[in-house]
């Protein structure tokens, strides 16, 4: 199994960003996926997680801002962030839910 994110960086508060997760050695179509994030000194942290079915569901601090999406054909999930704030200044997680099964992450940092 291998989760590799894509797409993080430096932004200005307001901008937006597109994560990619590129995933594969298992039968992704058939697997819930979703992302989290760490900021420093803190613990990782549920951002969105999206079914097999394509059914999304968003952490409250997100909800409205980030979309979750999932092309089973390219064995991809995305993140789209909109209305990017400084707090959510993060590294960001790939994760093929229940599973032990993360990417390496990628380094988010919304500027004021």
């Known amino acids: 199994v291998q989760l590799v994110e894509f797409g993080g960086g430096l932004v200005q508060a307001g901008g937006f960003l597109r994560l990619s997760c590129a995933a594969s050695g298992f039968i992704f179509k058939f697997n819930a996926m979703g992302w989290y994030r760490q900021a420093p000194g803190k613990q990782r942290e549920f951002v969105a997680s999206?079914?097999?079915?394509?059914?999304?569901n968003y952490a409250d601090s997100v909800k409205g801002r980030f979309t979750i999406s999932r092309d089973n054909a390219r064995r991809t999930m995305y993140l789209q962030m909109n209305s990017l704030k400084p707090e959510d200044t993060a590294v960001y997680y790939c994760?093929?839910?229940?599973?032990?099964?993360w990417g390496q992450g990628t380094q988010v940092t919304v500027s004021s």
């Open positions: 994760s093929r839910l229940n599973t032990s099964a």
């Open positions: 999206i079914a097999s079915s394509g059914s999304a």
